[in-house]
């Protein structure tokens, strides 16, 4: 009798596991599926000036896809970028000396600590081929839950005469 309980008791916990494990994946499987993603391609360097972030001297890269309407901006402070061994980093705006936002059809894409976000820039030091360029990678989000995902190749920071 004490075997028959005890078998039943380890069928009902198991079946209850078995439960509560498909339960808690299928609402991730719909959260996943009903976001929407953007990617964002850029491959052209639309200039740089000077600026402030938080108070401190800071420089201003931005990128574009060569549509009026479409750019993402590099801030980053001179101190960081000096010190930074050609790569930036900011994970879920842990880095106060580096920001990296876009504003792209129309939509403001940025960095947040509230969901997963991320920007990361790979900086290229100029040799007798080429000039410095910069590699980057990002995941935005905007105001309404939409995803961004930032991609480049290596883009060159010589501005051509005509742009």
Same mark, same amino acid.
């Given at each position: 009798?004490?075997?028959?309980?005890?078998?039943?008791? /380890?069928?009902?916990?198991?079946?209850?596991?078995?439960?509560?494990?498909?339960?808690?994946?299928?609402?991730?499987?719909?959260?996943? !599926?009903?976001?929407?993603?953007? *990617?964002?391609?850029?491959?052209? %360097?639309?200039? $740089? *000036?000077?600026?402030?972030?938080?108070?401190?001297?800071?420089? /201003?890269?931005?990128?574009?896809? $060569? !549509?009026?309407?479409?750019?993402?901006?590099?801030?980053? *402070?001179?101190? %960081?970028?000096?010190? !930074?061994?050609?790569?930036?980093?900011? @994970?879920?705006?842990?880095? !106060?000396?580096?920001?990296?936002?876009?504003?792209?059809?129309?939509?403001? %894409?940025?960095?947040?600590?509230?969901?997963? *976000? %991320?920007? &990361?820039?790979? @900086?290229?030091?100029?040799?007798?081929?080429?000039?410095?360029?910069?590699?980057? &990678?990002?995941?935005?989000?905007?105001?309404?839950?939409?995803?961004?995902?930032? @991609?480049? $190749?290596?883009?060159?920071?010589?501005?051509?005469?005509?742009?």
């Amino acid at each position: 009798m004490h075997i028959l309980l005890w078998v039943s008791s /380890i069928l009902i916990a198991s079946g209850l596991l078995l439960l509560s494990i498909n339960s808690q994946a299928t609402p991730n499987q719909t959260a996943s !599926s009903n976001t929407k993603a953007v *990617t964002i391609e850029l491959n052209k %360097y639309l200039g $740089g *000036t000077q600026g402030k972030l938080k108070d401190k001297s800071a420089l /201003i890269f931005r990128f574009g896809n $060569g !549509s009026a309407n479409n750019s993402c901006s590099i801030i980053t *402070t001179d101190n %960081y970028l000096r010190h !930074s061994k050609n790569r930036l980093e900011n @994970i879920n705006l842990s880095e !106060s000396n580096f920001y990296f936002d876009c504003m792209w059809g129309g939509t403001y %894409y940025f960095l947040s600590n509230r969901v997963k *976000t %991320y920007a &990361e820039v790979i @900086i290229k030091q100029p040799d007798s081929q080429f000039p410095m360029s910069m590699h980057i &990678e990002a995941k935005l989000i905007s105001l309404t839950g939409e995803q961004a995902n930032i @991609i480049s $190749g290596d883009i060159s920071l010589r501005r051509k005469p005509n742009e």
